[in-house]
């Protein structure tokens, strides 16, 4: 199993990103997706994920209104487009895989992650 996170880079406070995160070697529509960030000196936080089947999705309340998570299955890849950003949004991104569709706002049910993306946004 491998996925590949991109899309990260800096950005201007207000400014867009969109991430991507394509994965191989597993089931993908029936396995949930979840986007997690990690900012130095702090611990990995849940920023979105979306269910596999049902595509219900999920966001932290820091993220609700700017970011949306979407997938295509067509192309086994999630998206995370992420618009307002702040400077407190400035962090490595992450995705991960998992089969199920309960409690995937917490990163220890995650089978699979990807390698991290760098989003910098300045003040």
């Known amino acids: 199993v491998q996925l590949q996170a991109s899309g990260g880079g800096l950005v201007q406070t207000g400014g867009s990103l969109r991430l991507s995160c394509a994965a191989s070697?597993?089931?993908?529509?029936?396995?949930?997706m979840g986007w997690f960030r990690q900012a130095p000196g702090k611990e990995r936080e849940f920023v979105a994920a979306?269910?596999?089947?049902?595509?219900?999705?999920y966001y932290a309340d820091s993220v609700k209104g700017r970011f949306t998570i979407s997938r295509d299955n067509a192309k086994n890849t999630v998206y995370l487009q992420m618009n307002s950003l702040k400077p407190e949004d400035t962090a490595v991104y992450y995705c991960?895989?998992?089969?199920?569709?309960?409690?995937?706002?917490?990163?220890?049910?995650?089978?699979?992650w990807g390698q991290g993306t760098l989003v910098t946004v300045s003040s």
């Open positions: 991960g895989a998992r089969t199920g569709g309960s409690n995937l706002q917490y990163s220890r049910y995650y089978l699979y």
């Open positions: 979306i269910s596999g089947t049902r595509d219900t999705t």
């Open positions: 070697g597993l089931p993908f529509s029936r396995n949930s």
